[in-house]
């Protein structure tokens, strides 16, 4: 996979041990992602924070200089920005001016105590690109960041050069809770599964074997205070209508779309909105990666790497 850094640096592993008491279960949603917290960590090349108007948030840039436009890498439901890695540095070395971030509520960034809208988290990215003097991206959304991609794409169709959706949940047909208020019982209920949440993230893969430390590297999120909070928000927001109009709308915008599915992905099953997608983008170019399943950019990486050359006009 080619992580450069594992999610908790040497030293953030001695804080966190340091700060908490001696039983694993009492690790839970026990560290603050304070100045303290972000001083403890060891950050890669081209990593650094910046606060933007809802928090702080930590992201990598590769070969910044002129870097009119990106291509700007947005994680999934709950495991940050490293879940990209391997599609990060295969664009770096090819030159490509590359950025990847922590949404907020998860990995590095901050977890400020607001709605965990698909509108937060485009807001975070367009700041973000504000920052770096970012002018136009190619948005690459993975999973439920296919969402956020999309919001971009409806807030600000000027920034975007072209979308590319992986595993995107953004096409399935869901309906905003009617109390989108996150309760203390529900983060409870939560946390109370946490110890039952890493190994579920292997269902992933569709071979798991391949992946033996993915289970450890989330546990390190559960250590996180406000994560079951983000998550069950980012849930209860999530909503269908808006999003099927910005996906309509893209058709007559001209931002070039494309569309990656692994073959054997039951994560995000595609045949369950098949025909909607094909209504609402019927000019995408559509890709399927074989022997992969909702990570197709880490189960078959030389295909994937294959697909972004051609979509991407690598050299």
């Known amino acids: 996979m080619g992580r450069v850094l594992p999610l908790l640096s040497l030293s953030l592993a001695l804080y966190v041990a340091a700060a908490l008491p001696v039983s694993a279960d009492s690790r839970y949603e026990s560290v603050t992602k304070d100045a303290a917290f972000r001083a403890s960590i060891e950050l890669p090349e081209g990593a650094a924070f910046v606060a933007l108007s809802e928090g702080v948030t930590y992201y990598r840039q590769a070969n910044a200089v002129s870097c009119a436009t990106a291509d700007v890498l947005v994680h999934g439901f709950s495991v940050p920005s490293y879940i990209w890695d391997p599609t990060y540095d295969f664009l770096a070395s090819k030159g490509r001016c590359v950025v990847t971030l922590d949404l907020y509520g998860r990995g590095f960034s901050d977890n400020p105590d607001v709605a965990y809208t698909d509108e937060l988290f485009a807001t975070q990215v367009l700041e973000l690109l504000d920052h770096l003097n970012i002018e136009k991206a190619n948005l690459l959304g993975l999973s439920n960041g296919g969402r956020v991609v999309s919001q971009v794409a409806g807030l600000a169709p000027e920034r975007v050069e072209q979308l590319i959706y992986v595993a995107s949940s953004g096409f399935r047909d869901v309906s905003r809770a009617a109390d989108v208020q996150v309760s203390q019982e529900e983060i409870n209920e939560l946390i109370a599964r946490y110890p039952e949440l890493p190994a579920g993230q292997l269902s992933d893969f569709k071979d798991p074997t391949s992946f033996q430390d993915w289970d450890d590297k989330y546990a390190e999120l559960l250590v996180h205070k406000g994560?079951?909070?983000?998550?069950?928000?980012?849930?209860?927001?999530?909503?269908?209508?808006?999003?099927?109009?910005?996906?309509?709308?893209?058709?007559?915008?001209?931002?070039?779309v494309a569309t990656i599915w692994g073959d054997s992905d039951t994560v995000v099953v595609y045949a369950g909105f098949a025909e909607k997608i094909e209504r609402l983008l019927p000019k995408r170019a559509e890709h399927f990666v074989p022997e992969s399943g909702h990570l197709p950019h880490m189960e078959n990486q030389p295909y994937m790497e294959g697909l972004l050359t051609d979509i991407l006009s690598l050299d």
């Open 227 to 256: 994560f079951a909070r983000a998550l069950i928000s980012t849930r209860k927001n999530h909503d269908s209508q808006e999003l099927d109009r910005i996906h309509a709308e893209l058709q007559a915008s001209g931002i070039p």
